[in-house]
Structures are given as structure tokens and as C-alpha cells.
């Protein structure tokens, strides 16, 4: 059980009698509010400011019976202390500088780690790596800030700062830190939150068969998501440990039933939320070269643009050719195997790992989240757009405001000014005593 606060002290004393120095150890008996012994363990106590929270912070070690630990609990509660919200352990470490915002989301991703990797990566984003990256641009961008307010309240003399090459290369070179930082960023949700993969094509392309082959692969959980309609198949399995949902689109024709209509609904939906498309042709109607049939091409041309797409020409047990990837291209890979045999699944998973990451190293590797990624796409989006301004010379009062709002868009990740909803959300998703 630990306590936090200014009383932490006091009331572990009533507890557990007198307190070892901080930073030792001491057998004590836990008494209840009328002296009866409830347990004995080991005390600790951490003086403020140097304890987790930054109060004073008093452990006491017991042996842990949920009943002996809601005695104990209860002896507290009556000598003075409350029971803890989720997270408010982190939240009051946060609160006292102890730690940013970013590196207490990393405590709750640690905690929930599914995979040794997104562990080490939410070990990272404890000890700052990730919150140092961004304070880097910030920094940078304050200095960008001061230069252009600065010219702007020099705008009477006859010296042209903002048109300088040396202002635009700094402001290139901060857009180009902030895209590698997106990047990883990107990588290390991607451990948290994993891939959401749509799988397409036509009736009878062998969808199901493949989605079962990739669920039965070793190191799979298999838990079909209840409550989905007809149309609309989920699977959940971890490659790598890394979360995949893999999402049967099939039916995305127009139709007039209504349970089908919303089947189609369902699966565009679901197209849009993917990062990206398994799509399944059948090889005996595709060329030698990996051309799929015209049917399959068709539906291929109504997938998104910007939608990366694994084709995979499936059933090369019935054509007869070799399975394996036949061509790379940046947004299409073009693979060859059978579902039903299991040959070229090997290529398939190696593609997927490509997909996640998961082979470019996972050293310095961040733990991230989806409202982290937002901030640093708006930080982006509002810089590009201060450098158009500068770049054409036209209301450049209005660029310094646009630097401003990518810096407020900066401090939203690690907290310094957060707001209280903010900070609700992110302590709410916490358990009880962290
Ligand atoms: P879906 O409609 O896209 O989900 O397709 P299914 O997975 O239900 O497959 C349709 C039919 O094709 C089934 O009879 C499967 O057994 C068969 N099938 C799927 N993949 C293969 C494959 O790679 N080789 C062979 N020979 N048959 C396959």
C-alpha cells in the first residue's frame, strides 16, 4: 500500500508506530485503528520532493491477501488518508514536475505492454527520450519565434530579415526534424495501437482462408470480435507483438437491402480507418508477370489512393506457379501464394513486418500515442503554413501567430500548460495505485 501527501507520514506512523529514515527499511506491525495487528512487512518512506509523486511517500510492504490489504486499506482511510483515483499517483507526479505529461502516458503503456518491445519502448518515453525530442523542437522553434517577432517590430528600417535565406533554411530544416520525429512517432503508436489491415477482394478470392491461416499462425490470438455483422469479419493477431486487426471488407457493392447496406457502410468505413489493404485476386486469371484479371483490377482502381496495397494473387496451387513476391513498387506490393496450402506465407508475413516496422529495429524506439501524432501534424501544418506567409511576403504578422499556435500544439504533448480535460483523459485510463 503506498501513501502520498503531507499527512503520509503521520498517518503511517499511526499504522505502522515509529518511521524508519527515508530511503530504509524497518519491520513493522500494521495496526487497525483500535491496535490489533493486522499484518507485518517492511516501511518505507521517501521525504519530499524526492519520491515518485515529489510528497512524502510512505510504502508499506504486507503479504498481500486482497482481505489483509483491505484491512489495511481501511485502517488507513480511518486514520485520515482517501483512496486514490486511477492514476492519481502519476498524476500527482505530473502535477509537481516530477515528470511530463508524455512520460506519465508512458507509466499506463508500460503497464500495459503486449509485447517485450512495446515495453522497451514505453521504458524510453519514461526516461524522456521521446519528451527530450520534441523539447529539441520546441526550442527551435521558440528561436524561429523571436526571429520573426523581432523583424517584425523592426519592419520601419531598411533591412529585409524575413526575406533571408537563412531564416527559410531554418525553418526547412525544423519541418524536416519534425517529419523523422513524425515517423517514429508514427512506428511507436503503431507498437501501442497496432495496424488496422482491410482485407478485399472479390466473393470466393479466398479471404477466409486467409484470414484463418494468418489466425492459426504460431504466435496468433485469435478472438473474433462478437456483434459484427455478416458482412464484416474481424480478427484480431499479434505479429511481433505487434497488434494487427485485420478487417474482411467484402460487399462493398451498392445494394438495396438494408443489413447488407449496412454491411457496406461498415466495411468503407473500415477501408478508411486502414493503414493498409490485402488484396486478394485468384493467380489463374492474372498474367505471368502479376497483372491481375480485369474484374479484380476494376475493384482494385475503387480502393483509396493513398491506401498502400499487398496484391496478393492467390490459389497458386491451382496455377501452378511459384509463390513469392513478384513486384515491389512503393505503394503496391505484388505477392504470390496460396492460402489454402500455405505456400508464400512466409513472403506475406515478411511483407507485414516490413509494413510495421518491426524489421527497421526497434533500438530507440519511442512508445507513442494517436493524440501525440495529432500535436505534431498540426505543429507541422501551422509552420508550413507560416512559411508560405514568409515565403510570399503577404501578412507575415500573421506567421508569428502561426509559429505561436505549432508551439501551443508542441506543449500539448508533454503537458506544461495542459488543460484539465486533457489531463482527465489521460489519468481516467489509469488503474487504481499507479
Ligand atoms: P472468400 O469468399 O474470399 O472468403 O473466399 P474463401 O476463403 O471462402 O474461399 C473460397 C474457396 O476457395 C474455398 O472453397 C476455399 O477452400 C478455396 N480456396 C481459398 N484459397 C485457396 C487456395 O489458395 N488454393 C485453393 N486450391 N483453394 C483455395
New binding site residues.
Given amino acids: 500500500m503506498r501513501l502520498s501527501g503531507p499527512q503520509a507520514f503521520v498517518i503511517a506512523e499511526k499504522l505502522a508506530g515509529p518511521l524508519p529514515a527515508p530511503r530504509q527499511s524497518a519491520l513493522r506491525h500494521f495496526r487497525d485503528a483500535g491496535g490489533e495487528a493486522i499484518d507485518q512487512g517492511l516501511v518505507l518512506c521517501f521525504a519530499a520532493p524526492h519520491s515518485f509523486t515529489g510528497e512524502h511517500v510512505v510504502e508499506l510492504q504486507g503479504h498481500g491477501a486482497p482481505v489483509v490489504l483491505a484491512a489495511l486499506v481501511a485502517a488507513a482511510i480511518a486514520q485520515g488518508a482517501r483512496a486514490a483515483r486511477p492514476g492519481e499517483f502519476s498524476e500527482r507526479a505530473y502535477l509537481n514536475g516530477r515528470i511530463d505529461l508524455a512520460q506519465a502516458e508512458a507509466i499506463a503503456d508500460l503497464i500495459d505492454a503486449a509485447s517485450t518491445q512495446a515495453a522497451r519502448a514505453a521504458q524510453r518515453s519514461l526516461d524522456g527520450v521521446f519528451s527530450a525530442r520534441v523539447a529539441a523542437l520546441t526550442e527551435a522553434l521558440i528561436q524561429l519565434r523571436v526571429y520573426v517577432e523581432g523583424a517584425l517590430d523592426f519592419s520601419d528600417e531598411d533591412i529585409n530579415w524575413l526575406g533571408e535565406a537563412a531564416l527559410h533554411q531554418r525553418i526547412a530544416q525544423w519541418l524536416a526534424d519534425l517529419d523523422t520525429l513524425l515517423g517514429e512517432a508514427a512506428q511507436g503508436r503503431r507498437l501501442r495501437e497496432g495496424l488496422v489491415i482491410a482485407l478485399t ?10 484470414l484463418n491461416r494468418l489466425a492459426g499462425t504460431e504466435a496468433a490470438i485469435v478472438s473474433p470480435t462478437p456483434g459484427t455483422t455478416r458482412d464484416l469479419l474481424r480478427e484480431n493477431i499479434l505479429l511481433d507483438g505487434i497488434p494487427l486487426t485485420l478487417v ?1 471488407t ?1 460487399g462493398l457493392r451498392d445494394t438495396d437491402d438494408a443489413v447488407e447496406r449496412e454491411g457496406v457502410r461498415r466495411a468503407r468505413e473500415a477501408l478508411g480507418k486502414a493503414e493498409l489493404a490485402l488484396f ?1 485476386a485468384d493467380d489463374r486469371e492474372a498474367s505471368d508477370e502479376g497483372a491481375p484479371g480485369a474484374a479484380d483490377q476494376a475493384l482494385l482502381d475503387t480502393l483509396p489512393a493513398a491506401l498502400p496495397v499487398l496484391l496478393l494473387l ?5 496455377s501452378a506457379r511459384p509463390a513469392g513476391v513478384l513486384a515491389s513498387e512503393p505503394q503496391r506490393v505484388t505477392l504470390r ?5 500455405g505456400e508464400g506465407m512466409p513472403a506475406l508475413q515478411q511483407q507485414l513486418r516490413l509494413h510495421c516496422g518491426s524489421n527497421a529495429g526497434h533500438e530507440g524506439l519511442f512508445i507513442a500515442r494517436t493524440r501525440h501524432l495529432t500535436a505534431l501534424q498540426a505543429a507541422g501544418s501551422a509552420v508550413r503554413q507560416a512559411q508560405q506567409r514568409l515565403q510570399a511576403a503577404e501578412r507575415v504578422e500573421l506567421a508569428a501567430e502561426e509559429l505561436r499556435l505549432a508551439q501551443r500544439a508542441l506543449d500539448d504533448i508533454t503537458g506544461p500548460f495542459a488543460a484539465d480535460d486533457l489531463l482527465g483523459r489521460v489519468f481516467s485510463q489509469f488503474c487504481i495505485g499507479k
Fill in positions: 477482394g472479390r466473393p470466393n478470392a479466398g479471404k477466409s482462408t486467409l474482411d467484402a486478394l492467390n490459389k497458386c496451387d491451382l501464394l496460396s492460402a489454402a496450402s
